[in-house]
């Protein structure tokens, strides 16, 4: 019999008998208490993980939306706007271009755009209409640690979407400043200041009368048009300019042209700003910590 490849002195059948290497060895599956704590330890990540994979699943979507939509408006506000604005409004943004100005509330507004998606929809489908968060809780997951799956995973969205954004921003020439990437982490953290509020409210609907719908119409799209986007937040009367004092769009904005070019803000201002996306999100997260258990538990 042919020992072919076989050590010097065995034979076929005593290879057959010899038990295999550990690398040799199958899988096998955790115990059910290895898995279980596990999941205690690592839940969030293990939940975030399954998010995104979700995400994957329609990822040119994704991109369309949170990059190609936002481009757009650089296009037409930032270039083409931009060329008559420039022309007959010299030193009216603080001694930048147009575009320099508006490509920072641009990228800012985008985040906060997408996190108004994320934060809405997804949610009340989780608890309501697929119940997609059931599934995972029946397991050692906690109710915390499914909201912060969610929210990692929507984090590493917003924070891609806006790195790619100022890549753009950068092509542009709208970022002379070496620390204009710091605008993304300002967008991200932005994007959590409305949303997570809103993924608390988002967790305490149990009946769909158009609420986001609501949302959309009377806070969003009110907050992009009147936190200085697309001109200085004291050009406008003041009975609508406390709408930009409490907008996370605002806030963002202003950070952002502190880092993107340098804008001459008072430092206690600045303080401010980023004080106020902080403790938003902050306030919002433990919002979304008590609903997530009150709805889980009931």
């Given at each position: 019999m042919?020992?072919?490849g076989?050590?010097?002195?065995a034979?076929?059948t005593?290879?057959v008998?010899?038990?295999?290497?550990t690398?040799e060895?199958p899988?096998?599956?955790?115990?059910?208490?290895?898995?279980?704590?596990?999941?205690?330890r690592?839940?969030s990540?293990?939940?975030a993980?399954?998010?995104l994979?979700?995400?994957?699943?329609?990822?040119?979507s994704?991109i369309?939306?949170?990059?190609?939509?936002?481009v757009?408006?650089?296009?037409?506000?930032?270039?083409?706007?931009?060329?008559?604005?420039?022309?007959?409004?010299?030193?009216?943004?603080?001694?930048?271009?147009?575009?320099?100005?508006v490509?920072?509330?641009?990228?800012?507004?985008?985040?906060?755009?997408?996190a108004?998606g994320?934060?809405s929809?997804p949610?009340?489908?989780?608890?309501?209409?697929?119940?997609?968060?059931?599934?995972?809780?029946a397991?050692?997951?906690t109710?915390?640690q499914?909201?912060?799956?969610?929210?990692?995973?929507s984090?590493l969205?917003?924070?891609?979407?806006?790195?790619v954004?100022?890549?753009?921003?950068?092509?542009?020439?709208?970022?002379?400043?070496?620390?204009?990437?710091?605008?993304a982490?300002?967008?991200?953290?932005a994007?959590l200041?409305?949303?997570?509020?809103?993924?608390?409210?988002?967790a305490?609907?149990?009946?769909?009368?158009?609420?986001?719908?609501?949302?959309?119409?009377?806070?969003?799209?009110?907050?992009?048009?009147?936190?200085?986007t697309?001109?200085p937040?004291?050009?406008?009367?003041?009975?609508?300019?406390?709408i930009?004092?409490?907008?996370?769009?605002?806030h963002?904005?202003?950070?952002?042209?502190?880092?993107?070019?340098?804008?001459?803000?008072n430092?206690?201002?600045?303080?401010?700003?980023?004080?106020?996306?902080?403790a938003?999100?902050?306030?919002?997260?433990?919002?979304?910590?008590?609903q997530?258990?009150?709805?889980?538990?009931?």
């Open positions: 042919c020992s072919c076989l050590p010097a002195g034979s076929l005593e290879s008998n010899k038990p295999r290497t690398a060895q899988l096998r599956a955790h115990s059910p208490e290895v898995s279980a704590a596990r999941a205690r690592w839940g990540f293990f939940y993980e399954q998010v994979r979700v995400m994957r699943n329609y990822g040119w994704v369309l939306y949170s990059v190609g939509q936002p757009a408006y650089l296009f037409a506000m930032g270039v083409g706007l931009a060329s008559l604005v420039d022309a007959n409004s010299e030193a009216a943004f603080g001694g930048v271009s147009y575009l320099e100005f490509a920072p509330a641009l990228l800012v507004s985008a985040a906060v755009m997408t108004s994320e934060f929809y949610i009340t489908d989780g608890f309501k209409w697929r119940r997609v968060f059931y599934g995972p809780h397991s050692p997951l109710p915390q499914i909201a912060s799956g969610h929210i990692m995973a984090s969205r917003f924070l891609l979407q806006s790195l954004y100022f890549v753009v921003v950068a092509m542009f020439g709208a970022s002379p400043s070496p620390w204009g990437w710091v605008s982490i300002v967008a991200t953290v994007a200041s409305f949303g997570l509020p809103l993924m608390a409210y988002a305490s609907i149990k009946q769909d009368k158009g609420q986001f719908a609501l949302v959309q119409r009377f806070i969003v799209m009110p907050l992009f048009l009147f936190s200085g697309f001109f937040l004291d050009s406008l009367p003041i009975a609508v300019r406390w930009g004092w409490i907008s996370p769009v605002w963002g904005t202003e950070l952002g042209r502190v880092f993107t070019y340098g804008m001459d803000q430092p206690l201002l600045t303080i401010t700003h980023v004080v106020f996306l902080l938003t999100a902050t306030v919002g997260w433990i919002l979304v910590r008590r997530f258990v009150k709805r889980m538990g009931s």
